[in-house]
């Protein structure tokens, strides 16, 4: 069988719907798949979603990209309290913990920081509690899976990351020392129409269809998982929708 490139924006937390979408494109594993990043959080179920993506990580040809709620669970993991903030409270962390089946309300904010309740205990969420906490509530192996993601990815026609580039920088350039741009995104790069040669793909902010440029395809969406076949152009979501990458070009062209 033909073997297809298919890449899969955010997930976050959603399964049912990464099945979903999977099936309507009509995965079988003579495809190869991309993952854009940011498979937990927000949903409930985060804990599924790492076991189906490190069970479909065995094919070695499948790629999994880091997304910034991954890079701020790891940057906890190596007890950098400071992001506590942004992993429960932007991030939706707290459906994940749940997920996880661990009760989140344990948790909670005073002016002094995090606190954990541990039986009739307040204890201060420092750089060894958290550590201890989030080791005991994620299994080694999923552990693992996130410390193992990559930044970026290319294929002869596209590039891929988790939440686009730093604008106006070769694409060779786009490693580490972007980083910030690469898993955060950047306005800059919205707005940027430049030809770098290959299109680049991500994920990150999440609009109501997927959107598509010359230049760029996001696949991020509110309410549902895209799924882009690379040698087609089409692009299918949870939702049962479809669209051409070259019918919507070209209607914008004209
Ligand atoms: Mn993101």
Known sequence: MRERTLVIGDIHGEYHKLIRVLQIAGYSSSDRLVFLGDYLNRGHESREVLEYLIELKKDRRNIFLRGNHEDVLLKLLSGDTQYW???????????????????????????????????????PLDRE????????????????????????????????????????MALEEQGPNAEGFLLWGDEDFLHDHHDYGKKIVYGHYHNSTPLIHKNKICLALKGAIALLDTSEGVIYDSLGRSFSVRDILSSVSR
């Open 85 to 123: 903030y942004t992993w429960l409270e932007y991030g939706e962390g707290r459906a994940c913990i749940s997920s996880y089946g661990d009760d989140p309300d344990r948790i909670f904010y005073t002016i002094e920081g995090y606190f954990i309740r541990k039986d009739s205990h307040e204890v």
């Open 129 to 168: 509690e958290t550590i201890g906490f989030l080791r005991a509530l994620f299994p080694r192996t999923h552990i693992e899976f996130l410390r193992e993601t990559v930044l970026t990815y290319e294929l002869k026609d596209y590039f891929f990351s988790h939440a686009g580039i730093e604008s106006g």
